[in-house]
């Protein structure tokens, strides 16, 4: 497990830059190779009560990522007005979004990226009399609860839910498999995830 710190940076532009933001959900989709590597895209609501949205950074995230050059990253606010950060990847899974020029303000604005990781070096070992092993992606904690979270892992025909972790019990959490083009389509959906918990 990890630890998903988002704030918004407060190092100002000028000496009147600020900015009060606070992220509201977290959608992660996780495409699994056999051999365990992985593409995640990740895609973050962030509401802005006031102030300019400057940059963000996530921390905790998969210390091997590699971000994707192929995929732009994207913002969007509700409005649909369009805004290009700027990402910087930093070490221990660390990266950092700017908003070079104009940064979104007052309202929500989505933020997505993509990235590639391997999930082989969390795998179990070979279940007894099966040729399947476990893999995990973890979704860390984030410094303030959220709502309607959801993971999505596109996994190898023949894959199936995990048990659920003990700190599900309780949890109002949906869960589904179904096939889709050769694969197995794994989702989660929990409507609440407290403070700094990973999942």
Not at 32 to 42: I, K
Not at 127 to 141: A, H, I, K, M, Y
Request: zero cysteines.
């Amino acid at each position: 497990t990890g630890a998903l710190l988002l704030w918004a940076l407060m190092v100002p532009a000028t000496a009147t830059a600020w900015t009060d933001a606070a992220v509201r959900t977290v959608h992660a989709h996780v495409e699994v190779a056999p051999d365990a590597s992985a593409r995640v895209a990740l895609q973050a609501s962030v509401r802005i009560h006031g102030g300019w949205l400057e940059g963000l950074e996530l921390a905790g995230l998969d210390e091997d990522l590699v971000l994707e050059e192929e995929t732009e990253p994207w913002a969007v606010d509700e409005e649909g007005a369009r805004y290009r950060p700027r990402l910087t990847l930093r070490s221990g899974g660390r990266v950092q979004i700017a908003f070079p020029g104009r940064s979104p303000r007052r309202g929500t604005v989505t933020i997505g990226f993509a990235y590639r990781t391997s999930l082989a070096q969390r795998g179990t070992e070979p279940l007894e009399g099966e040729d399947r092993v476990r893999v995990s992606w973890t979704l860390p904690g984030w410094s303030a609860g959220l709502e309607g979270v959801q993971i999505e892992m596109l996994v190898p025909d023949g894959s199936t839910l995990g048990p659920r972790a003990e700190s599900d019990s309780g949890a109002e959490l949906e869960e589904s498999a179904e096939p889709l083009d050769g694969q197995t389509l794994l989702r989660w959906r929990r409507a609440h995830l407290p403070r700094t918990l990973a999942w």
